[in-house]
Every structure is written in structure tokens, then in C-alpha cells.
């Protein structure tokens, strides 16, 4: 789906409410909240990235929320 300095952004099917995203690379794993339609994404977890990382990650989710939003609902199939 998207792929960035190393990293991945995976939404899985199975997964619940509300939408996010789990960013993985490096070793280490994040969750975030996406706030779907408008944001803001904000980290609901995070094992291994640090500080800095989480608020790159954030701002680098923000201008595809659109898309993940979308791409949420169609794996979710949301009217």
C-alpha cells in the first residue's frame, strides 16, 4: 500500500474500529489513529520508534488521509 524510509503501512481486514493503520520497519511497530475523515492521525501505540520518528510518521500520514480513509472503508466494505 505505501511504503516510506523503510517502513510500511499495512491495514489489515480482520481488524476493528476505529480506523488505523500499523506502520512497520526497522525492528519496530506503531499503531495510529487515523480520525478518518479529517484527522488528525495520532499514534495510539508505539513499540520502538522514537519520538522524532512517531511525529515524521504522523505528518507523512497526514497528506495520503484521504486515501487511507478510503482504502479503510473499502477492506472494511463501509457505505
Not at 488528525?40 to 522524532?52: D, K, L
Request: glycine share 8%; with cysteine.
Amino acid at each position: 500500500m505505501l511504503r516510506f524510509s523503510g517502513v510500511r503501512v499495512v491495514i489489515y481486514p480482520n481488524d476493528h474500529r476505529p480506523a488505523h493503520v500499523h506502520v512497520i520497519g526497522r525492528g519496530c511497530e506503531a499503531v495510529f489513529n487515523l480520525n478518518c475523515p479529517k484527522g488528525p492521525v495520532e499514534v495510539r501505540e508505539n513499540y520502538g520508534f522514537s519520538r522524532r520518528e512517531i511525529a515524521q510518521i504522523e505528518s507523512i500520514l497526514t497528506d495520503p488521509l484521504n486515501k487511507l480513509c478510503g482504502e479503510w472503508e473499502r477492506i472494511h466494505e463501509i457505505e
